[in-house]
């Protein structure tokens, strides 16, 4: 297996409201939605946002779009009202959770976005 970014495998939506955050997450290609599923759990992205003490992590799959949306609850300091920083919201924090490393098998890693591999 190859550990790989994930945003060579997927790309990833974001939005915001109050002191929630929403992350959708989905494959390139159907065949990378089985590594999504597993190895993108709720403790996982729980763990990678641990430094913004998320209340809760829920995920919602969406296997029909080959895709998942996570709801991180109490990671935006208050929301846009009450946060002290200028950017804590949630575009910004999509681009932490497309950095994790997801393990694929070879056969995949010519197919991965970028690759100059057919």
Same mark, same amino acid.
């Given at each position: 297996? &190859?550990?790989?970014?994930?945003?060579?495998?997927?790309?990833?939506?974001?939005?915001?409201?109050?002191?929630?955050?929403?992350?959708?997450? =989905? #494959?390139?290609?159907?065949?990378?939605?089985?590594?999504?599923?597993?190895?993108?759990?709720?403790?996982?992205?729980?763990?990678? =946002?641990?430094?913004?003490?998320?209340?809760?992590?829920?995920?919602?799959?969406?296997?029909?779009?080959?895709?998942?949306? =996570?709801?991180?609850?109490?990671?935006?300091?208050?929301?846009?009202?009450? &946060?002290?920083?200028?950017?804590?919201?949630?575009?910004?924090?999509? =681009?932490?959770?497309?950095?994790?490393?997801?393990?694929?098998?070879? &056969?995949?890693?010519?197919?991965? #976005?970028?690759?100059?591999?057919?």
């Amino acid at each position: 297996m &190859a550990r790989v970014p994930l945003h060579l495998i997927a790309h990833g939506r974001t939005g915001d409201k109050g002191d929630r955050s929403n992350i959708s997450v =989905f #494959a390139y290609r159907p065949e990378a939605y089985p590594l999504l599923v597993e190895q993108l759990t709720e403790a996982r992205v729980a763990e990678t =946002f641990r430094h913004r003490r998320p209340t809760a992590v829920k995920r919602y799959l969406l296997p029909k779009l080959h895709g998942m949306n =996570f709801v991180l609850d109490g990671v935006l300091d208050g929301g846009v009202n009450d &946060a002290l920083n200028l950017d804590t919201h949630g575009k910004a924090l999509s =681009f932490l959770l497309m950095e994790m490393p997801i393990e694929v098998p070879p &056969a995949l890693v010519g197919h991965l #976005a970028g690759s100059e591999a057919p």
